[in-house]
């Protein structure tokens, strides 16, 4: 992720939630999907899986996510 290559991170971050249940790892898939892929409906996905946000800050990203899905569905 630091070096800057999404796909890449993205698989790794994949690969790291398949194999062990990490909420901080379902984070950082949720930010990479909404800002670095711009797929929010992914970014929801994993968000809904429970992160290590906290209640409030969880909310607001799902807010957030849901209303750039109801301004573009297909994304």
């Given amino acids: 992720k630091s070096r800057g290559d999404c796909p890449s991170a993205v698989r790794d971050f994949e690969r790291l939630c398949h194999e062990a249940d990490d909420p901080r790892g379902r984070l950082e898939l949720a930010k990479l999907y909404e800002h670095g892929l711009r797929q929010p409906a992914r970014a929801l996905h994993w968000l809904g899986l ?26």
């Fill in 50 to 75: 429970g992160t290590a946000e906290d209640q409030r800050a969880q909310a607001r990203r799902r807010e957030r996510l849901e209303r750039k899905l109801r301004r573009d569905p297909s994304a």
